[in-house]
């Protein structure tokens, strides 16, 4: 067996000691495992069947290395866990003193076991909130909603269905609920701008009557008593007031004329609201229905008519057009013509001159030369 000595600390510089001889004990026999036994506290060589030799030699039993020690064997503290306070009721704990460590039988020494007492901690339980998990803000929601279709304020296709009417007089009455509209509520009688209007309005105003029953001798005969103021009985009276269907034709066509020239200026109007422009007189719905029975109708009432018409929507933009139009007629055979045609070119005549379009800024630099020859 051999005895490994005891190491040597690097870090701490060894203090001889002197030497001192101790008493050579005797050797303990150590179990053989071997038929040669060699033992370095007591060399000796046995044999079996061999008695005990004396040893060669002997040395003293000492360590060859020595070293300062400690008086009391180092100690090293456990690993405390820390010890958080109970929540519901705070009690005083004390630590478990360590197990105690024995020194090696060469110290004799023991090491006070320290005792960590933990303090008692008044603090108030603490208070545990359950944190709700917070979702992102959501964008608002943008509700498109959808254009709600405009409720008209017309029936126009009821307008339409009575212009078409062959009775006449439910003819009259709607071409005098158009005029009511367009003098009473302009904005709402916009609505009646539509081509199928205007079309139905020139088909009064083109209806041949020719052909229908027109009035009787003795219904003339009795119109003439009527405007004499003579006697007249009462069956001749009501002779002369019957309207016939001719004359309720020509009388609608009259109405069509006034309710389109009517109808033609709210529509002049709101474009030059809109685009500052005039339209010209040649396109105007209804005008060039008009101008023609001005000129080729044979009942002088009904070119009466249509000059009255045309003198409603004069304006400076009109007045060349008109007064050639109105000259003529005023050379009509007819003495009624005649003097609506003469009226018509009084008001003309109060009219201001068309005043010229003003150029631009932009017309002006890209033609001078009209400004330097004016100057």
Known sequence: MIQAPNLVNPYVQPQMQPYVPQ???????????????????NPSVSAPGMAPTMPYYSYPQ????????AQTQPYYMPLQQPVYPQVQAPV???VPPAPQTVAPAAVQATV???????????????????QTEQKPAEAPKVEIEQPVPMTPQVDLNAFLAKLSNPD??????????IANMVKDDPQKATELLDEKVVNALNTIINADSS??????????????????????????????TTITPMEQAERNKS????????????????????????????????????????KNNPNPMIRTSAIEALSYIQQPAYKQD????????????????????ATALAKLDQLPAEQPAQQTAQEVKMNPEPQKQAA
């Open 23 to 41: 008493q050579i004990q005797p050797a303990v026999p150590a179990p053989n495992y071997n038929a040669v036994k060699i033992d370095v506290h």
């Open 62 to 69: 000492a360590q060859l290395y020595d070293y300062p020690k």
């Open 92 to 94: 005083a704990q004390t």
């Open 112 to 130: 006070p076991q320290p005792v960590i007492q933990q303090q008692n901690i008044n603090a108030p339980a603490p208070v545990v909130t359950q």
């Open 168 to 177: 006449y007089e439910v003819q009259a009455n709607a071409m005098e609920e």
């Open 211 to 240: 052909k229908l029953a027109g009035p009787t001798a003795e219904q003339i005969a009795a119109r003439q008593k009527l405007m004499k103021g003579e006697q007249i009985s009462d069956a001749e009276k009501q002779l002369a």
């Open 255 to 294: 109405y069509a004329m006034f309710t389109s020239s009517i109808m033609q200026k709210l529509y002049g109007d709101e474009v030059n609201k809109l685009t500052g422009s005039t339209v010209p007189l040649t396109e105007l719905p209804g005008a060039v229905a008009i101008v023609e029975q001005l």
């Open 322 to 341: 008109l007064t050639t139009l109105f000259t003529i007629a005023k050379n009509d055979q007819d003495k009624n013509v005649q003097d609506a045609a």
